[in-house]
């Protein structure tokens, strides 16, 4: 009877989902490689693609300055206009001094600085980000960035 409990017990154990199966390490990459997707593809000049390492949510919500974006097509909208237009220029963008702090399994925390390298200036500033892990995979669902 001990045996067959047992069993029992270990089998539903073994069966059983498990909501958090990655490692905190796993996640904190496959963060990271949104965060360098994002980079790769704005050095390409690729805004689209960059914007694919955010919600495509109308409840997407970024912060900059004195400005606030609500949605994923507001905040393309806002990059189109500010880098895309006769006077913008996407420039070169790096990101540096990352901290990545998973909250739990499917949200994270996450800070760093942005360098942009431009023929007119080189803005640089902090940001903040929180992510989600989506069906889709980790997706940025709040930006705030400064200048």
């Given at each position: 009877?001990?045996r067959?409990?047992?069993?029992?017990?270990?089998?539903t154990?073994?069966?059983?989902?498990?909501?958090?199966?990655?490692?905190?390490?796993?996640?904190?990459s496959?963060?990271?490689?949104?965060?360098?997707?994002?980079?790769?593809?704005?050095?390409r000049?690729?805004?689209?693609?960059?914007?694919?390492?955010?919600?495509k949510?109308?409840k997407?919500?970024?912060?900059?300055?004195?400005e606030?974006?609500?949605?994923?097509d507001?905040?393309?909208?806002r990059?189109?206009?500010?880098?895309?237009?006769k006077e913008?220029e996407?420039?070169?963008l790096?990101?540096t001094?990352?901290e990545i702090?998973?909250?739990?399994?499917?949200?994270?925390f996450?800070r760093?600085?942005?360098h942009?390298?431009?023929?007119?200036?080189?803005?640089?500033?902090?940001f903040?980000?929180?992510?989600?892990k989506?069906?889709?995979?980790w997706r940025?669902?709040?930006?705030?960035?400064s200048?």
């Amino acid at each position: 009877m001990k045996r067959m409990l047992l069993g029992t017990l270990l089998g539903t154990l073994l069966m059983a989902p498990t909501t958090y199966s990655q490692t905190p390490e796993r996640e904190e990459s496959a963060i990271k490689r949104v965060l360098e997707d994002q980079v790769g593809a704005w050095n390409r000049g690729d805004l689209e693609t960059f914007m694919s390492g955010y919600w495509k949510s109308p409840k997407l919500t970024f912060f900059s300055g004195k400005e606030m974006a609500s949605g994923w097509d507001a905040a393309l909208a806002r990059y189109r206009k500010r880098y895309q237009s006769k006077e913008g220029e996407m420039g070169t963008l790096a990101f540096t001094n990352l901290e990545i702090q998973i909250l739990g399994p499917d949200s994270a925390f996450v800070r760093g600085q942005f360098h942009l390298k431009r023929t007119k200036d080189n803005p640089a500033g902090r940001f903040t980000l929180i992510f989600k892990k989506l069906p889709e995979g980790w997706r940025i669902i709040h930006d705030h960035t400064s200048t």
